[in-house]
């Protein structure tokens, strides 16, 4: 997994319109939780591994309204709208220079750029979007 903070006001979430948008620029991706991986010398912890130059996700077009709550030791109750879903990002992972101990060879970065969200390429399978309380905050 990975995970990045993000700036204030990257998220909105509008529960009367049932839409969410996050928007993202030059986002810096460390490897952090996937253990193999970040003990892999090509991507350690704690180093950059991925920077997201773009990143534009908009849920909206509300299929279903659903709302849980239960009250067991596990208490957890929300609201949730099942949305279609856009993505449209630009992503690149920097170039690493040959090392000679452990001898690991130079890798010289990578770019993906997605289709532009409005072209309609997107395949979405499920999104969701919600407010939800859990725990003592119940």
């Known amino acids: 997994m990975w995970s990045a903070p993000i700036p204030v006001g990257s998220v909105k979430f509008d529960s009367k319109a049932e839409t969410a948008s996050l928007q993202v620029k030059n986002v810096l991706v460390f490897d952090g939780f996937d253990v193999p991986n970040a003990l892999n010398t090509f991507h350690p912890e704690?180093?950059?591994?991925?920077?997201?130059?773009?990143?534009?996700?908009?849920?909206?077009?509300?299929?279903?309204?659903?709302?849980?709550?239960?009250?067991?030791?596990?208490?957890?109750?929300?609201?949730?709208?099942?949305?279609?879903?856009?993505?449209?990002?630009?992503?690149?992972?920097?170039?690493?220079?040959?090392?000679?101990?452990?001898?690991?060879?130079a890798r010289h970065g990578f770019r993906f750029v997605s289709d532009p969200a409005d072209k309609g390429t997107t395949t979405v399978h499920f999104a969701q979007i919600g407010r939800e309380k859990n725990g003592v905050f119940y």
Not at 48 to 55: D, F, G, K, M, Y
Request: one cysteine or more; aromatic letters at 8%.
């Open 46 to 105: 704690g180093h950059v591994n991925s920077i997201l130059n773009s990143l534009k996700m908009t849920w909206s077009g509300t299929i279903q309204h659903r709302s849980y709550s239960n009250c067991d030791p596990n208490a957890f109750r929300g609201d949730f709208f099942e949305d279609l879903a856009t993505i449209e990002v630009t992503a690149t992972t920097p170039p690493v220079p040959a090392r000679d101990c452990p001898v690991t060879p």
